[in-house]
């Protein structure tokens, strides 16, 4: 079934849904393929309470080495996880679609990057540090307002996604590294 990709970006209010939709997700996973995943976690907007997001679930998923992935092809696209290339060449990425409608994504990352990663990172500040996620939710809005188109919605986002995950990681101890891991 192809997935729908709707003209404009389509952001809603926070669903208190959201966090239990990504556990039953996550306990699926961990069922399909025992012992690939040494770590599994809700991502993105959808797992900040009271932000705003496009209704996608992500997911991040930390394994050994991204080979081990390879042999739980056939087990993710039973829960409907089908392979997708979107240029990220440090890990793998898996979209579910429900009805056609883009519904999950899952980021698989090797479990040396785990701590690092900018999603997580991220995810993990606009928690803890309420008055960026309005800003944040402030500019989704505005963004989607504009009619941007799905493809141009995360480069529109670029410029403040890039300044809370720096000024995250320097909380951390950590370097600057650029948002967006495309080729």
Not at 22 to 35: C, F, K, Y
Not at 96 to 120: C, Y
């Amino acid at each position: 079934m192809a997935v729908s990709e709707p003209r404009g970006v389509h952001v809603v209010e926070y669903d208190p849904s959201w966090p239990q939709r990504a556990a039953i997700a996550i306990d699926a996973l961990r069922t399909a393929a025992p012992g690939l995943f040494v770590e599994i976690e809700h991502i993105g907007s959808t797992a900040v309470p009271g932000l705003a997001a496009k209704p996608v679930i992500d997911l991040m998923a930390a394994v050994r080495d991204l080979t081990h992935a390879v042999p739980h092809q056939a087990a993710l696209a039973g829960l409907g996880f089908r392979p997708h290339d979107n240029g990220m060449t440090d890990r793998l990425v898996y979209v579910r679609a429900d009805d056609g409608v883009r519904s999950h994504i899952l980021h698989v990352v090797a479990m040396e990057s785990w701590a690092t990663r900018n999603q997580r990172i991220l995810r993990d500040h606009l928690r803890a540090h309420p008055e960026d996620a309005t800003r944040y939710a402030q500019l989704k809005w505005a963004i989607a307002a504009a009619g941007t188109g799905a493809g141009e919605y995360s480069r529109a986002k670029t410029e403040l996604v890039q300044e809370l995950t720096d000024r995250a990681r320097a909380r951390l101890g950590l370097p600057s590294v650029p948002v967006w891991e495309k080729r």
